[in-house]
Structure formats: structure tokens, C-alpha cells
């Protein structure tokens, strides 16, 4: 059940990030949900055909109803986009450390190595969104990009790892915090992901900004009371 909740807001995340790449290339209606589709639950699609299942979409709605409500909210908060930005791009690292666990879990299902595991983690976080950037016209982020792919491969390498020494709470929380983290410290480290004022914001108790007059007028009360002091 926690994963499946993690698995829907994953959904919703790419599903917004298809929207806006096709409200940026003036799409149509069609056009967006096509792209919202396409980046939510392709990379799955290609993994559950390559299995010969059955895409679980088919069989519970809920994937659908997220899609179509992650291309609505998208085209009503276009113009404020830049607003929700960075709440966007967490649910999105947070999407992609899911959707590797979820391949990797399904190729160790199916009995296949190392290699599947690394193989379905991979498609199952980027192949939507490579598929949308065809689309688009643009090249395709993860051939352009490490940190997108990488963090997925990591999780699949990890699910081997960890597949037959640990319960699965433990293997699923230590992958999906480790390309969670990934994704994230590079997100924060190029710039797109303002970590500290994020955290300023919304933890104003833990996090003060000290300013360098502040700091200066800290220093000289301190020095006052030392003269002031009794010996």
C-alpha cells in the first residue's frame, strides 16, 4: 500500500513535468494529456510489455485519474508554474526513486539478473520521459543528463544487493532513499532545487538567516559585557 501511494504521486509528478513540456510547445488538449501519459506511465507500458503483462492502468483506473488531474492542474497553474516549481521537481525525484524500486522488483520477479533489475529500474523511471521528449522534438533528457539515469540504475544495483539478506521494508527504504538523495543533492547542487530557502521557509524555528550587520552587533554586545565583566 506504500508503495502504491508513492507509486500514484510519482505518476502525478511525471504526469505534470509531460503537461508543461507540452503547454511549452502550445500542444492542444490532446496533445498534453498524450505527454502527460507518455512521461507517467511509459517507462512502465514498455516494462510491462517487454514481461508480456497486462499495464496495470488497464486494471486500476486510478493511474488514469491521476494523470488526467496532474494535465489539468498544469494547464490552470501554467502561468504560475515557476510557484510550484521546486515542490514539483521533489515529487519528481521522489517518482523516479520509486519507479526504479517498482522495476526492479518486477525483474526480480520474473527470475532475471543483475542486469534486468538494472535494465527495468532504468526504463521504468526514464522511458516515459524519453518517449515525451521524441514527441516534443527534444533530445532526450536522459541522454544528456547522468543524474537522471544514474540514480535509477543505482536502485536497481541496490535491490540485487540487498534481495536476499534483507526483509523487503528494509531493501525498500534503502532504495528508494539512496536515488532519492542522489537526485536530490543534484538537483540542489545545479541550482534547480533552492534546498535552504525551501527550508527557511517551512522550518522557520531550526533555520535564521544571520546577516553579516547582525553578526557584527552580536560580536560587539559580547565584547561589551567581557569589559563590563567583574574580574
Known amino acids: 500500500m506504500f508503495i502504491h501511494v508513492l507509486d500514484l504521486i510519482g505518476v502525478f509528478a511525471f504526469a505534470i513535468f509531460g503537461s508543461y513540456k507540452a503547454l511549452e510547445k502550445k500542444f492542444n488538449i490532446y496533445g498534453i494529456i498524450v505527454c502527460a501519459a507518455l512521461t507517467a506511465l511509459g517507462g512502465g507500458t514498455i516494462r510491462e510489455v517487454i514481461l508480456h503483462r497486462l499495464p496495470v492502468y488497464f486494471a486500476d483506473h486510478t493511474y488514469l485519474h491521476v494523470t488526467l488531474?496532474?494535465?489539468?492542474?498544469?494547464?490552470?497553474?501554467?502561468?504560475?508554474?515557476?510557484?510550484?516549481?521546486?515542490?514539483?521537481?521533489?515529487?519528481?525525484?521522489?517518482?523516479?526513486?520509486?519507479?526504479s524500486f517498482i522495476g526492479a522488483q518486477k525483474a526480480g520477479n520474473a527470475g532475471l539478473g543483475c542486469v534486468g533489475m538494472i535494465f527495468f529500474a532504468s526504463i521504468t523511471a526514464a522511458g516515459g520521459g524519453i518517449l515525451t521528449d521524441i514527441i516534443t522534438g527534444d533530445k532526450p533528457t536522459p541522454f544528456t543528463c547522468e543524474m537522471y539515469v544514474l540514480p535509477a540504475a543505482s536502485g536497481g544495483c541496490l535491490y540485487r544487493l540487498l534481495e536476499a539478506n534483507h526483509p523487503t521494508i528494509y531493501r525498500a527504504g534503502f532504495i528508494l532513499l539512496i536515488p532519492l538523495a542522489m537526485r536530490i543533492g543534484w538537483l540542489a547542487g545545479k541550482g534547480d532545487l533552492q534546498l535552504s530557502g525551501w527550508l527557511i521557509r517551512h522550518t522557520p524555528g531550526l533555520f535564521r538567516r544571520v546577516t553579516p550587520g547582525a553578526a557584527d552587533r552580536r560580536g560587539q554586545h559580547r565584547a561589551r559585557r567581557r569589559a563590563v565583566a567583574p574580574p
Open 69 to 99: 488531474a496532474a494535465a489539468l492542474l498544469t494547464i490552470l497553474v501554467y502561468g504560475h508554474f515557476a510557484k510550484i516549481r521546486s515542490y514539483a521537481l521533489l515529487m519528481d525525484a521522489l517518482g523516479l526513486a520509486v519507479f
